[in-house]
């Protein structure tokens, strides 16, 4: 059973950068044809797509916040990550890694959620 | 952008009703749309892809359907466990979620 979990602090001062990792048990992120992605939940407000990383390591991103994310790869430890630089409190939210189906696809296998809070 | 409304924002029901839940996509997104279910405190569950395909364990009284740029999530019978936030999804460009229906009890 494929399983993912989401790593990270869980507040970050304003203007910083956000670092979440997704550790993924049970399957291979490098498993071929395979997408792994990043959504969040503000409060009170619904979900948003960040972005999408296809196993070669090829991103898909949401193109309104593409300036400031990156999704690395780390087939080493079977993670991916989140960086999402210059955050201000309007990235406050719970943060979801998840398996894709597709670069743009749905997601079929979610983590369980980390919620981050940015604050000085 | 594709924009996805989704309507009501919120539903209350009772154990037995039959719910339905609507998505308007801004523009053609053919069948790429999916359906979540989230409880609080918990990740979401994926229901429906491609419209109305039915995810692998997901109960026969979960349904979806197209109408040209409107979708449908029909619940037939309302269960306890049914009782979430639901959620659409478009995946024809880029991706974009509906601001969630919340199905509380009546």
């Known amino acids: 059973q494929l399983q993912l979990q989401e790593s990270g602090p869980g507040l970050v001062k304003p203007s910083e950068t956000l670092s979440l990792t997704c550790t993924v048990s049970g399957g291979s992120i490098s498993s071929s044809n395979s997408y792994w992605g990043w959504i969040r939940r503000p409060p009170g407000k619904g979900l948003e797509w960040f972005g999408t990383i296809y196993y070669t390591g090829s991103p898909y991103y949401n193109p309104s916040l593409k300036s400031r994310i990156t999704i690395p790869l780390d087939t080493s430890k079977n993670q991916f990550s989140l960086r999402l630089s210059s955050v201000t409190d309007a990235d406050t939210a719970v943060y979801y890694c998840?398996?894709?189906?597709?670069?743009?696809?749905?997601?079929?296998?979610w983590g369980q959620g980390i919620l981050v809070t940015v604050s000085s | 952008d594709i924009q996805m409304t989704q309507s009501p924002s919120t539903l209350s029901a009772s154990v037995g009703d039959r719910v339905t839940i609507t998505c308007r996509a801004s523009q053609s997104i053919t069948s790429w749309l999916a359906w979540y279910q989230q409880k609080p405190g918990k990740a979401p569950k994926l229901l429906i892809s491609h419209a109305s395909s039915l995810e692998s364990g997901v109960p026969s009284r979960f349904s979806g359907s197209k109408s040209g740029t409107e979708f449908t999530l029909t619940i037939s019978s309302l269960q306890p466990d049914d009782f979430a936030t639901y959620y659409c999804q478009q995946y024809y460009t880029y991706s974009t979620f509906g601001q969630g229906t919340k199905v509380e009890i009546k």
């Open positions: 998840a398996r894709g189906v597709g670069g743009y696809g749905n997601f079929d296998y």
